[in-house]
């Protein structure tokens, strides 16, 4: 294994560690945690986001939001877009078990409304550490 690899891989969260036969353990560390570490609006977007991320490009870019969450336990991301769908009318974007990442779009008041939905219910009922909602 080359260093540049090595370097890479410990770069992203991993611990090498020489085993007594001299091959090379890679070892990935993830913190385990109820917690939802983003969750950020864009209202407006520019329709260029809309493409680079898959959405419907058939949207009213002036009119449009588009939210975004992170959450940890990862599998917890299929809650939050269940919540979003049932409280607000706004579309699944992408929805990713595996890294915890959420995408909802719609008008401004639907995406801000699931927002608020999915940040209380994992705050009040499923008992998470909980960050504010940013705009842009």
């Known amino acids: 294994m080359t260093m540049d690899i090595i370097e890479k891989i410990n770069k992203a969260n991993a611990v090498d560690i020489l085993s007594a036969e001299g091959k090379l353990r890679i070892i990935q560390e993830i913190v385990p945690g109820k917690q939802i570490t983003m969750a950020h609006i864009i209202a407006g977007p520019d329709g260029c986001i809309y493409q680079k ?70 705050r009040e009922t499923m008992g998470f550490a909980v960050c504010e909602v940013t705009r842009t």
Do not use: C, H, W
């Not at 898959?54 to 975004?68: E, S």
């Not at 959450?71 to 890294?99: C, M, N, Q, W």
């Open 53 to 122: 991320l898959g959405l419907n490009p058939k949207i009213d870019y002036a009119k449009a939001a588009i939210g975004i969450v992170t959450l940890s336990p990862s599998e917890s991301a299929i809650i939050a877009g269940d919540i979003a769908i049932k409280t607000s009318g706004v579309d699944l974007g992408f929805i990713d078990r595996f890294s915890g990442s959420l995408i909802v779009t719609g008008n401004f008041s639907q995406v801000d409304a699931a927002m608020k939905a999915i940040l209380s219910y994992f």
